[in-house]
């Protein structure tokens, strides 16, 4: 499975939008860029994920370079309760059950 | 809508005792059904995965089973806690559909404690 490489850290002002980049230039074509974050003391919350082409939902939105070596988390319009840390990765497709490995994600602070 | 439950929420058990962590899911039929753990300050580890009623995958070997009693119910079992036991358990679903992939929705997880 590819691996990706995110910042340790980041942060943000309130209101404004948070970009968390992601690095993952050993992708393969069928390997899809997924976001989860985690709240401190909860479980991962899935946000969004995409193959290619760039993707939009309630949460985020995904951007996908064309070549699919790195993409950028949007969060449109950071609030305090966005503070958590994002972790990207990269899940092969066509599987029926994948597990999800994560690494050490972006540790994504907003400021008030 | 789907919902998935775990309880509970924190459980202090002394070394030795057994285990039994349940885990439902609410609004989907035949999901896929995961078992992870997450030590502190560390990642996600796979324990077990399930695709359908009584069949169980094993990632890790361990003193922990897993059982799937129905359809939407996933259990973590053990009958004599280590200290290395002691972690975050996370039980997550994920619709099975093979010609894509699927995100896996996570519970709210068990924080367990060895003493």
């Known amino acids: 499975d590819a691996k990706t490489t995110q910042p340790p850290s980041m942060d943000c002002a309130e209101g404004r939008a948070a970009n968390l980049p992601c690095n993952h230039s050993t992708i393969s074509g069928n390997e899809y860029v997924y976001w989860y974050r985690q709240i401190h003391s909860q479980g991962p919350q899935y946000i969004i994920h995409?193959?290619?082409n760039n993707e939009t939902n309630e949460m985020a939105s995904l951007i996908i370079t064309e070549d699919r070596k790195s993409s950028t988390l949007i969060l449109p319009h950071a609030t305090l309760r966005d503070t958590a840390v994002y972790y990207c990765i990269v899940i092969p497709g066509y599987s029926s059950a994948s597990k999800i490995i994560f690494g050490s994600g972006t540790r994504l602070s907003i400021r008030p | 809508s789907q919902t998935i439950h775990q309880w509970p929420a924190t459980l202090v058990q002394p070394v030795g005792s057994p285990l039994s962590l349940e885990c439902t899911v609410e609004g989907t039929s035949n999901p896929n059904l995961y078992w992870y753990r997450q030590a502190a300050g560390r990642g996600l580890q796979l324990l077990f995965y399930s695709v359908g009623i009584g069949q169980i995958s094993s990632e890790v070997p361990q003193n922990l089973s897993a059982s799937r009693p129905q359809d939407r119910q996933f259990i973590l079992s053990s009958k004599k806690l280590l200290l290395s036991d002691s972690g975050f358990y996370l039980c997550?679903?994920?619709?099975?559909?093979?010609?894509?992939?699927?995100?896996?929705?996570f519970g709210d997880g068990t924080r367990l404690s060895i003493l």
């Open positions: 997550a679903w994920s619709v099975s559909f093979w010609g894509g992939n699927q995100p896996q929705h």
């Open positions: 995409g193959l290619k």
